[in-house]
Nanobody, 124 residues
């Protein structure tokens, strides 16, 4: 049974920073890309950043220069460092894993891979 467990969400003021973490089961091996999607109330799910097992990232245009994704394969953990947060970044953030390449995964919000339960990020 594959599990992805997110942490690190919270409430911050605009301009602040948060670091999201997602610990995933060991079954998520180097065949999998991992990453982050988000969904705000009344909006669709959108890809934020994804990363291949070799560390190659893919990031949405709206977070370039502000967010950074990284992955520690030894710890089975993927991170999302979020800086210069804006109110429009408010959403539920979901960790995900799939065998799609990261550059494809980021554009596939309803893929059939694995999802975490989500962690709320609120920027005011």
């Amino acid at each position: 049974h594959v599990q992805l467990v997110e942490s690190g969400g919270g409430s911050v003021q605009a301009g602040g920073a948060l670091r999201l973490s997602c610990v995933y089961s060991t079954a998520v091996d180097n065949r999998y890309s991992t990453g982050w999607f988000r969904q705000a109330p009344g909006k669709g799910r959108e890809g934020v950043a994804t990363i291949d097992s070799d560390g190659t990232p893919s990031c949405a245009d709206f977070v370039k220069g502000r967010f950074a994704i990284s992955r520690d394969n030894a710890k089975n953990t993927v991170y999302l460092q979020m800086n210069s947060l804006k109110p429009e970044d408010t959403a539920m953030y979901y960790c995900t894993a799939d065998t799609l390449p990261a550059r494809v995964l980021i554009t596939t919000p309803w893929h059939s891979g694995y999802w975490g339960q989500g962690t709320q990020v609120t920027v005011s």
